[in-house]
């Protein structure tokens, strides 16, 4: 699906990450088991508080030393914006075409229902 917006988005990190991105260097895909969307990077739409807030709990869990927020442009490009109605009435289709795919590859549909992040 074509969806062409761009957005300001902000990453929580830890300094050190922060500036080798700022370098060039690749994201790193998240493939923790509570990620809701799957693999990738996260980032938060116009949420640069709520970024550094994550990083900040990230220090609290030992997994930062210096919190730290990137911000950036994204360009949405095959992407399905839950905040844009227009998209409303493909949920369901959407939906159908995933039950479908994962029968196909004879997998069960994907769960929220890994471990959280607990403080």
Not at 37 to 49: I, K, S, V
Not at 89 to 110: G, T
């Amino acid at each position: 699906m074509k969806y062409d917006r761009i957005v300001i988005a902000y990453h929580g990190c830890d300094a050190e990450t922060a500036e080798h991105w700022l370098r060039g260097a690749s994201f790193r895909k998240s493939q923790n088991d509570y990620d809701w969307l799957g693999e990738g990077t996260y980032f938060w739409e116009y949420g640069a508080d709520r970024a550094l807030k994550f990083a900040r709990d990230q220090k609290r869990r030992k997994k930062v030393q210096t919190p730290a927020v990137v911000g950036a442009l994204l360009q949405l490009g095959r992407c399905f914006d839950l905040m844009d109605t227009r998209f409303t009435d493909e949920q369901p289709l959407a939906f159908e075409m995933l039950k479908k795919l994962h029968e196909a590859q004879q997998r069960a549909l994907p769960e929220n229902a890994g471990k959280t992040m607990t403080p």
